[in-house]
């Protein structure tokens, strides 16, 4: 199956949506279903999700990391291992910007049964996250 991709524009220049969309301590701010994010080192944290009305950790490990453009992490443990992209464009001499989003799971184990219902629930909740992070955005001074 293909990597869920969706992309917004954000009235905000490059520098400024990556450095908060890219920062996982952000996440909670705009990422519905996240409860926390402990950084463990530069490369690696752990991100708490509210996941089918429980919490679950997963440890997460940044895998590219070039701003303002591009950033990458996935899921290093756990029965469902998500692997995320941010891909921030300028737009309108950089005083703007077109941020795209890319999200794919891998199953292990297990995950395999309930993959098809964490596909659906994020596909679901996705754009909303991305219209709090362009409301967030937007609404800083």
Do not use: C
Request: hydrophobic share 40%; no cysteine; proline share 9%.
């Amino acid at each position: 199956m293909a990597p869920m991709s969706n992309t917004i524009e954000i009235d905000r220049p490059p520098q400024e949506v990556f450095a908060f969309a890219a920062d996982p301590t952000h996440f909670p701010e705009w990422q519905r279903d996240v409860v926390r994010v402990d950084m463990l080192d530069e490369e690696e944290f752990a991100t708490v999700r509210r996941v089918i009305g429980a919490e679950r950790s997963m440890l997460q490990r940044i895998t590219a990391n070039e701003p303002p453009r591009y950033w990458a992490a996935e899921g290093v443990d756990g029965a469902i291992r998500p692997h995320a992209t941010i891909t921030v464009e300028p737009l309108d001499d950089g005083t703007r910007s077109k941020v795209t989003f890319t999200l794919d799971f891998e199953s292990v184990g297990i995950g395999a049964a309930i993959l098809p219902m964490v596909r659906r629930a994020a596909e679901k909740g996705a754009p909303t996250s991305h219209r709090n992070l362009k409301t967030l955005l937007e609404s800083a001074p």
